[in-house]
């Protein structure tokens, strides 16, 4: 069976006290995808190190990394969905971008990666 590691990147702008659009930005890479890899690695930390080198300036032990879901793909496809927040830092996307809620009401994100992102509320960020 194979495993999906998938990181949902999300930085929020601490300095910003309103509940403006571009408070909150969610990470996509090159395609517009939230960041992902199969495990192909000895672990999933590994993998997980691999996705944030990368894909950002920033060191993977900086970043508070948890397991947001699992679930099943396909018959032989699973998935380990992690969440991380992190505060905005200028220029630490490297293949990708962050986007803000505006920008991301012209892409179309997987409705179980809104649903899993809307799930953690605007209290969290």
Request: charged content about 25%; some cysteine; glycine content about 2%.
């Amino acid at each position: 069976m194979k495993i999906k590691i998938t990181l949902i990147l999300v930085e929020c702008n601490v300095s910003s006290h309103s509940a403006a659009f571009n408070t909150i930005r969610l990470f996509l890479d090159e395609n517009e995808c939230i960041p992902s890899c199969h495990l192909y690695h000895p672990t999933e930390q590994d993998a997980l190190k691999h996705l944030v080198s990368k894909h950002l300036h920033t060191d993977y032990e900086w970043l508070n990394i948890f397991v947001a879901d699992f679930r099943k793909i396909s018959t032989n496809e699973c998935e380990v969905v992690y969440f991380a927040k992190m505060p905005q830092i200028l220029g630490a996307d490297k293949s990708g971008k962050f986007y803000t809620e505006a920008e991301m009401m012209d892409l179309k994100i997987e409705d179980y990666y809104e649903q899993l992102i809307s799930n953690r509320g605007r209290s969290y960020f």
